[in-house]
């Protein structure tokens, strides 16, 4: 068999890649481990960015992909119970940005790359590659029935994410990894409640908590909660306890059955370069951003597309200028949202407890939260950055 691209992984950075050649023409073959219906119930990220939604459009898919899921582009912080609405819509143009839960994205991206004639194989398992740095990589697998395949290929997209084959398959010593772990651990609580009425950050003296849409009836709550702690620490009467003190208690008494029950430390990494011969990886396995801000799938959806492109010029003209510069190009971006994330994790974290930073930490937190209402420009940098830098 061969094909020009193969895209391991079908998370949202496989299959944006994958969507994105098809619209071009270009054949790729998408090899993912989980069963499909694994694929496309994991939930995770709410929003898809301004910048995203323009890239679906520009490629005639926006309507299949993101369309009917509005988003009137206000987030809301609450400091010490009291309501302080954050516009997006600084901009000059429209926002377009969207809440469409990411399993959702999946689910339409899936269907769209069928519709489209797409090659995506699931459960394939064992993937291995091989000659990534020579002319023509190869990629192996197994099907579901244990048969033994293989594809060569050109190019080889690395979508698989944090815990893939394709960037641990690079030998050691050519990657150089920049981890940071934020020292904040978040309950994450999924409830079948009704959402806010904007995506709801909350500051207070109780530490940082969160309420976001996951669907019209379903929510997704985080509550900061001290290192160290379980899913077990935190039985249901302590996290609605929590949620009313810490978000307000005027939205009626959250969350309503909770579905699902985990904890997770706040960690960023960054692997670099992006590019390994004619492997690239695309996404998650490059790198992790902790969730404050909601970049990670958006960055992933970003270098689908700078990668797309880069096989284009390469497959009608030749030109692999596109490649070669796709991790630089990424990286830019990467720590971007990196430098975001951390920006908005450090604020609305130290503004309210301060028993890990300390009482002056938490007035510059303060500071620089107030500004958010108070400066103009300050408003203009962050709507600037939650749509998606230009
Ligand atoms: P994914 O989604 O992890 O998909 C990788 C796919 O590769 C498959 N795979 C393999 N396939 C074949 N062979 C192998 N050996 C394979 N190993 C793995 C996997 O089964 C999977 O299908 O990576 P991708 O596509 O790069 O997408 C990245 C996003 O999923 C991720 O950045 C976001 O979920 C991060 N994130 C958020 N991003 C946002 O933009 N906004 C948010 O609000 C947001 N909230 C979050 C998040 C991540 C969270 N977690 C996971 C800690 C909230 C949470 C709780």
């Known amino acids: 068999e061969r094909t020009t691209v193969v895209v391991v992984g079908a998370g949202p950075a496989g299959l944006t890649v994958a969507g994105l050649l098809l619209r071009l023409g270009i054949p790729c073959t998408v090899l993912e481990r989980r069963p499909r219906s694994r694929v496309e119930q994991r939930q995770r990220a709410g929003i898809v960015e301004h910048r995203a939604v323009r890239m679906f459009e520009e490629w005639g898919l926006a309507e299949r992909v993101v369309g009917g899921f509005p988003y009137d582009g206000v987030l809301e912080v609450r400091v010490d119970g ?20 990411q399993q959702v994205l999946v689910q ?6 069928l519709e489209d004639g797409g090659d995506l ?6 993937v291995t590659l091989h000659g990534v740095t020579g002319e023509q990589p190869v990629v192996r697998y197994r099907d579901a029935d244990g048969v033994a395949h293989e594809i060569a290929c050109d190019l080889v997209a690395g979508c698989d994410g944090d815990h893939g084959v394709s960037r641990a398959s690079i030998p050691d010593g050519v990657l150089t990894a920049y981890p940071f772990d934020h020292g904040i651990a978040w309950l994450t609580v999924l409830a079948d409640a009704a959402p806010p009425r904007h995506p709801l950050l909350a500051v207070s003296r109780h530490g940082f908590a969160a309420h976001f849409a996951r669907g019209p009836r379903a929510s997704r709550f985080y509550l900061q909660v001290p290192l160290g702690d379980g899913p077990d620490d935190w039985p249901e009467d302590r996290v609605r306890q929590q949620l009313r003190a810490r978000l307000g208690s005027d939205d009626g008494p959250p969350p309503g059955t909770v579905t699902e029950k985990e904890v997770f430390r706040l960690r960023s990494v960054v692997h670099e370069p992006m590019s390994h011969g004619r492997l690239h990886l ?3 396995a490059a790198h992790i951003i902790s969730p404050m801000g909601g970049k990670g799938m958006n960055l992933a959806l970003y270098e689908a597309e700078v990668f797309a492109r880069a096989v284009r010029d390469l497959v009608r003209d030749g030109d692999d200028a596109g490649l070669r510069s796709y991790s630089a190009v990424c990286l830019q971006r990467a720590w971007n949202y990196q430098e975001f994330s951390r920006w908005m994790t450090e604020m609305l974290h130290d503004a309210g407890d301060d028993t890990r930073t300390g009482p002056f930490r938490r007035r510059l937190a303060r500071a620089r939260l107030d500004r958010l209402s108070t400066s103009r420009a300050s408003a203009g940098a962050f709507a600037e950055l939650m749509a998606g830098l230009a």
């Open 282 to 284: 695309v996404g998650d």
């Open 108 to 113: 339409r991206l899936i269907a769209a790359c």
């Open 82 to 101: 009291e309501s302080r609405l954050l516009d997006e819509t600084g901009l000059a143009e429209r926002l377009e940005a969207r809440l469409c839960p």
């Open 121 to 126: 194989r699931f459960e394939a398992a064992e």
